[in-house]
């Protein structure tokens, strides 16, 4: 190999030597202890290599949570291909597209997506098998069992990619991250030092494998050797119960489910007590979201800013952070970076960079970064520059203590009067209001200051918003230029698949046959 450092094949045969008898995965009343899941690996590996599956090649997995789809990555990790796990809530035509775009070769599926696989499976002309996971037309048993054990792993090199996560852009069609060993691993070890992660911990995998929060949740233990407990669906009661009935010390969730977690009924008398690390990202998280959460788990919250591009975590707030009131003004922060990762605020038109304090684009620089976007050499170049640095697309700032803020995608920043004005501040102070359950502020077109910012909210059940009322309300907490100038209240927002707010379908009626982007 090119490098010496080890590769995810070569980690889980260590784990499977030392620890051979030591529990690996556990999902529902299935149990694979090390040595099982390398067997399960293997037989996988071997299977793929009949289907003629090789070195580049893609299969693709369209389910919910399931072990299959783990023991699969590991599999094409084995052999040299590379997983494209599908985001089971993208419309039929966007499932297509991505499997089409991956050349997938082999697509699992999970019983819940069968039929709808069977309607477009004229549109895949890639796909030369599909296999059933799970259900009452299982297939995957009987396929790994057929096959002996594989003994020749591809000899990888760190910069290999092994599994493709699709980012899941708020316009045009996603673009697959081809996410490497070194990368992976690197996250694995950054984020573990962070997190305190050791080889007794339980990681539970609550969020879908399609997105880092999952997939790279499950390689962080097994970077480690800790114990996976994936969860098929991400249910707020049966998490809360999971952290005592396994033993879970470290969990991922996303601001949403935790919401939902708090008001789980008898959601405080559940024991936490094996509960070390909360972290929580993917979106902003509103601030009673976050206190409701300490109350109920404790002083155990991480806040960790990321992307799929850079296999996950980037940034962390510590629990410390969580709990200080005289530091409460970096609860709206990202923390600071993890070991490993480096940030710089860059003026997104130079590529300069800027003082503390001054407003920027994100740019990181680690080795979790990925390879590039598969088939994409354009938007490759975009993204990654030639001294290894990643332009996040993100805006945002870093104080003068190293804390990180993001503040909004930098082609949501509204320029009002010569003002930058970043509609996730203005987002904050409105969800703090009691009348508010969720909330978008676009920029919309003003004669005089070019655009002014709009609120764009949904009522908390059983009240009713008094547009005057809220915009005084903001009067009291914001500078007069950065202060919504109107507002839309809607029954619900409109998202992408993975829950992220769309602005540019808020923003176009304002737009229509004026020059601002509305992506």
């Known amino acids: 190999m090119s490098d010496t450092r080890p590769t995810v094949s070569t980690l889980l045969q260590r784990w499977a030597t030392e620890r051979p008898d030591d529990e690996a995965v556990r999902f529902g009343a299935t149990r694979h202890t090390w040595a099982q899941l390398d067997e399960r690996v293997r037989r996988v590996a071997a299977a793929l290599r009949a289907e003629g599956v090789g070195v580049g090649d893609r299969v693709a997995v369209l389910d919910l949570n399931h072990p299959s789809c783990l023991e699969l990555t590991l599999a094409c990790a084995r052999i040299g291909a590379a997983n494209a796990v599908v985001n089971f809530r993208l419309a039929p035509p966007e499932i297509v597209y991505v499997i089409n775009d991956a050349k997938a070769a082999i697509l699992a599926v999970g019983p819940e997506f069968a039929g709808a696989v069977e309607q477009v499976r004229d549109k895949l002309p890639s796909v030369r098998k599909v296999l059933h996971v799970g259900g009452a037309s299982d297939e995957y048993e009987a396929w790994l069992a057929a096959h002996e054990p594989d003994e020749n792993p591809y000899d990888a090199a760190p910069d290999d990619c092994f599994v493709q996560l699709y980012t899941s852009g708020t316009t045009g069609f996603p673009k697959g991250a081809m996410l490497t060993h070194r990368g992976m ?184 970064l990925m390879s590039g976007y598969w088939e994409k050499p354009d938007a490759t170049a975009s993204a990654l520059t030639d001294d290894g640095w990643l332009r996040s697309g993100d805006g945002g700032h870093i104080d003068a203590d190293g804390y990180v803020f993001v503040t909004d995608r930098i082609k949501d920043m509204i320029v009002s009067g010569g003002e930058n004005v970043y509609p996730a501040e203005i987002e904050r102070v409105l969800a703090e209001h009691p009348a508010v359950a969720d909330v978008a502020v676009i920029g919309v077109p003003d004669e005089r200051w070019g655009e002014v910012p709009k609120a764009v909210v949904v009522a908390t059940p059983g009240q009713e918003v008094d547009a005057d009322a809220l915009l005084a309300y903001c009067r009291e907490h914001l500078a007069s230029f950065k202060c919504p100038k109107s507002v839309d209240v809607l029954d619900e927002l409109p998202r992408n698949p993975t829950g992220k707010i769309l602005k540019k379908d808020l923003r176009k009626p304002y737009w229509e046959g004026r020059e601002r982007q509305t992506v």
């Open 185 to 368: 691993l690197s996250h694995a070890e950054h984020v573990a030092h962070d997190f305190a992660l050791a080889p007794t911990d339980v990681v539970q995998v609550a969020m879908p494998l399609f997105h880092v929060g999952g997939m790279s949740y499950a390689l962080l233990a097994l970077g480690q050797g800790a114990r996976i407990v994936m969860a098929r669906m991400p249910d707020p009661a049966t998490l809360l119960d999971m952290f005592a009935d396994e033993g879970i010390t470290h969990t991922f969730l996303v601001p949403a489910l935790m919401g939902a977690m708090t008001q789980v009924p008898d959601a405080s008398a559940r024991d936490y007590s094996s509960l070390r690390a909360v972290s929580y990202g993917a979106s902003p998280c509103p601030l009673p979201v976050m206190r409701a959460s300490l109350e109920l788990f404790g002083p155990k919250l991480h806040q960790v800013y990321g992307m799929t591009e850079a296999c996950g975590v980037v940034s962390s707030l510590g629990p410390e952070d969580h709990t200080d009131p005289s530091v409460a003004h970096r609860l709206v922060s990202a923390g600071k970076p993890i070991i490993g990762v480096e940030i710089e605020v860059r003026d997104p038109e130079s590529g300069a960079p800027v003082p503390a304090g001054e407003p920027g684009e994100i740019w990181v620089r680690t080795e979790q």
